[in-house]
């Protein structure tokens, strides 16, 4: 009999939380990159750029909040969460400061900067997506500068279809081989 899932993830165990930061890490990384990519590459001045570099800034402040969080309450247990029920949690801040625990509070906030991140990432797509359907493919865009032909395992080949460049295997044995000699 299935049960319910709930979007509530506890990590109890330290390889749980260690790999959990490692992840947190690696994303906040890549948005660091990807951010200081479309400032390099003056892609900002492009509306749909622009919200993906504000998406960036707010994935990093988000992965910084997140760790810090997953630091307070799974590493150090500066604060202790006791889990009532699916929609109550209790945190425990007997070891710490009011000032502490008013940080930790906002700290758990983390879906105001999580959100609006994918927010500004959604819209900046969406934006390059309709930027690229009203413009005309130019001669460098067009599929003239790839192989009509790509280079597989034997018994195995696909063709160029040049109107949507997008590539077919073949089924006909007999072409096959012909592409092959």
């Known amino acids: 009999m299935p049960v319910p899932a709930f979007a509530t993830q506890m990590h109890s165990s330290s390889e ?3 790999v959990h930061q490692l992840g947190h890490l690696f994303f906040l990384f890549s948005m660091v990159i990807l951010y ?6 003056q892609l900002h001045d492009e509306k749909g750029w622009r919200y993906i570099q504000f998406s960036a800034l707010f994935f990093v402040l988000w992965n910084l909040d997140a760790l810090t969080v997953h630091f307070l309450d799974n590493q150090t247990h ?6 009532r ?14 000032q502490l625990a008013m940080f930790y509070y906002f700290l758990r906030l983390d879906h105001l900067l999580c ?11 969406a934006l390059l997506l309709k930027q690229n359907e009203q413009e005309p493919l130019s001669p460098v865009d067009s599929n003239d500068h790839l192989p009509s032909k ?12 040049h109107e949507n460049g997008m590539f077919f295997q073949d089924k006909d044995p007999q072409k096959t081989e012909n592409l092959r000699s």
Request: no cysteine; hydrophobic share 50%.
């Open 16 to 18: 749980g939380v260690l």
């Open 78 to 83: 500066i604060v202790i969460p006791h889990i």
């Open 150 to 161: 790509l280079p597989l395992p034997v018994g195995v080949s696909a063709t160029l279809d």
């Open 36 to 41: 200081f990519t479309i400032q390099g590459k």
């Open 85 to 98: 029920s699916i929609w109550e949690i209790e945190f425990d801040l007997s070891k710490s400061s009011s």
């Open 115 to 125: 959100l609006p991140g994918m927010i500004f990432l959604w819209r900046g797509l």
